[in-house]
T-cell receptor, first 112, second 111 residues
C-alpha cells in the first residue's frame, strides 16, 4: 500500500495563477482532509470530506476550493494564488468511526 | 472552542537526556488526545494516543497520560536519541471528524 500520496511535492506560482493539489489514498478511507502548516501555527484545517461527494469548510477555507468526486481522491484548488497561501499543504485520510488520521508527505507551495 | 497549547521550542538536548514536552487543552466533553511526530522532510505520523481519562499512550519509548483534572497530555521520554530529532505536535479530536493541533515543538538531539 502506498498510503496517502500527494502531487506535486514542490510548486512555485506567481500571484494570480491557479493550480490544483492532488491527494490520493489507497486505504479505502471515507474521510479526507486538507491542512496547511505554517511556522508557529501548527496545522490548520482548510477543508474536509466525510465521504465521497461531500465537503465541508474547516478553519481557513478562504481562497481555496475542493473536490471529492472519487472516494480515493481529494483535490485542493487555488483559483487565484496569493503570497499568503505560501505554505506546506498536507492531505490526510481516515476511516469513519476511528480517530487516527494518516498523512501524506506534503506539498511545499511558494507564491511569489 | 477546542484548542491545544503546547510548550514552545525549540528544545535542544544531548543524547540520553530526559525529554518532556508540555501540552494542555481546552475542550468541551471528553476528546481523544494525540501526539504526532514529523521527521525532517516527511509528513506527520501518529506517535501515540489516549482516548479517555487516566489512559496512558506509549510508543517507541515515549509516554503520555491523559490527565482530565489538569487538562494535560504531556509527552515524556526517558533517554532520547539523535533519531528522535523531529517536530512534535499535540492534538485533540473532539468528534469523529476533526483534529485540532498545537503549534508544534521542534526537538533537536545532539550526539
Amino acid at each position: 500500500n502506498a498510503g496517502v500520496t500527494q502531487t506535486p511535492k514542490f510548486q512555485v506560482l506567481k500571484t494570480g495563477q491557479s493550480m490544483t493539489l492532488q491527494c490520493a489514498q489507497d486505504m479505502n478511507h471515507n474521510s479526507m482532509y486538507w491542512y496547511r502548516q505554517d511556522p508557529g501555527m501548527g496545522l490548520r484545517l482548510i477543508y474536509y470530506s466525510a465521504s465521497e461527494g461531500t465537503t465541508d469548510k474547516g478553519e481557513v477555507p478562504d481562497g481555496y476550493n475542493v473536490s471529492r468526486l472519487k472516494k480515493q481522491n481529494f483535490l485542493l484548488g487555488l483559483e487565484s494564488a496569493a503570497p499568503s497561501q505560501t505554505s506546506v499543504y498536507f492531505c490526510a485520510s481516515k476511516t469513519s468511526g476511528t480517530d487516527t488520521q494518516y498523512f501524506g508527505p506534503g506539498t511545499r507551495l511558494t507564491v511569489l | 472552542g477546542d484548542s491545544v497549547t503546547q510548550m514552545e521550542g525549540p528544545v535542544t538536548l544531548s543524547e540520553e537526556a530526559f525529554l518532556t514536552i508540555n501540552c494542555t487543552y481546552t475542550a468541551t466533553g471528553y476528546p481523544s488526545l494525540f501526539w504526532y511526530v514529523q521527521y525532517p522532510g516527511e509528513g506527520l505520523q501518529l506517535l501515540l494516543k489516549a482516548t479517555k481519562a487516566d489512559d496512558k499512550g506509549s510508543n517507541k519509548g515515549f509516554e503520555a497520560t491523559y490527565r482530565k483534572e489538569t487538562t494535560s497530555f504531556h509527552l515524556e521520554k526517558g533517554s532520547v536519541q539523535v533519531s528522535d530529532s523531529a517536530v512534535y505536535f499535540c492534538a485533540l479530536s473532539p468528534n469523529d471528524y476533526k483534529l485540532s493541533f498545537g503549534a508544534g515543538t521542534t526537538v533537536t538531539v545532539r550526539a
